[in-house]
Each structure stands twice: as structure tokens, then as C-alpha cells.
């Protein structure tokens, strides 16, 4: 039996106007991986996947009908939101923890892993994109993510987060809309961490074709369990409705 394909692409209508994109949506490590040497306790961490974020991203693409594209691999075996570059792209430890299959990875280890997994999820995010610009709607592209409540001690303010780098045609409505949310939550702009990474998948995917673009960080306490991921999904979606129907 052949492995499970390391994407998941949910089916949309490529004339939306949008392409969701989750690229640490799971925990998954391939069994020939053998867990990278990592505890399994270790897997239910923020350094395994972006908690939450999967589910609200799947219920987004529901209420929208929208095309999403979820990594079916942990961001542990390989980061696909890294450049190719990047020294982050695997990483040898994480908040902590030493990650011993990733330790002596070599040039030959990362291009396997490149071509195993974050080959394919660019493949998806193009083919994604072209059914698109096939369909003559040119698709904005927003990223689901989340966020740990505290860090090294500091505790985050933020509920939310949106990233950006030099094209705000997404981000400015989306910030301006979460801070008019009757809940007063506190917005972060560009925050908890800075937008524009080079090679990251907005850089590859978005501005490389001048496509409009947002990166959303929600915090991970939010949006842990199933109530906390219906309430959000349908708060993007809400913010997200008028500017698809701008961009169709």
C-alpha cells in the first residue's frame, strides 16, 4: 500500500477569489522516521504543529467554499512556511527539545526530504493557484496559523495576529475588522513575530505573483478545542466574505 499523500487538499471553487493554505496543520511524523527521536509527549507541543489551527482552517473553507491546503506532516520533519535556505527549514531543537533524527542531517537527508514532503505541498499550492487563474479569478492567499499564549516566560497579550510584508490589500482589513470585533480583542500588527520571511510560503506563493496576501496567528489557548475553533472560523469567515467578493 502506497503512503498517504503528504498534502490534503480540500476541494473549492476556484473562482472564490481565495486560497487557504495551513502549512503545520499536523503533528505526523512517517513511520520510517521513527518519531525523530522525540518523545511522544513532545508531539502534543507547539513545536510539533500549530495547535488548533488545522480545524479552524477546515470549518473556514467549509463556510467560504474555498480551496485549503493542509500539510499532512509534522513541522518537524520539515518546514514547508521556510525557504529552501533557511537554517530553520529542519530543525535540530525546538523550545527545548533536541530533535536527534534532524541532528546529523546532512545535504542528501535535507533534499530527500525536501522532495518527500515540501516539494509536494508546493506542487499543491500551485496547482491550487492555477485552477484559479484558470477559472480567471486570481486567488488572495491567507495562511492559518497559531500561536503559544506565553514565551520564555513572557505571556503574549495578543488574541490574534496578522502578518504582512510590503502588500497590505488583506492585512489592513482584517486588522481593522478584528478591532472592531465587539469581543475587544487585542490585534497584533505584525505581531507576535514579524511578516516578510524571505522564502516562506506567501514570499513563494503570493508576492511572488503579486497576489493578495495575509498571515493569521491566532492564539493556540483559543482555539484548542472544538468551540473555540467554530467561534473563530466563523469570525474569519464573516471578515473574510466581503473581501473575497472584492477580489471575485
Known sequence: MLPPHPV?????????????ICEHASNHVPEDLAQLGVPEQEFARHIAY?????????RLAAHLGAPAILTRFS???IDPNRGREDPTLVM?????AVVP?????DEAGKEERIRRFYAPFDEAVDAAVARAMAAGVPPSIVTMHSFTASWRGYMRPWHVGILWDRDDRMSAPLIAGLRADPAGL??????PYGGGLPG???DRHAIARDLPNALVEIRQDLIALEPGQIEWAARFA???????????
Open 8 to 20: 490534503e487538499t480540500i476541494p473549492g471553487d476556484p473562482t472564490s477569489g481565495l486560497l487557504l
Open 50 to 58: 500549530d495547535i488548533g489551527a488545522a480545524a479552524v482552517t477546515r
Open 75 to 77: 513541522r518537524l520533519v
Open 92 to 96: 535540530r531543537l525546538s523550545d527545548g
Open 101 to 105: 533524527g534532524n541532528a546529523r542531517i
Open 186 to 191: 487585542t490585534v497584533g500588527d505584525n505581531e
Open 200 to 202: 516562506d510560503t506567501i
Open 238 to 248: 464573516k471578515l473574510l466574505r466581503p473581501l473575497m467578493a472584492k477580489a471575485a
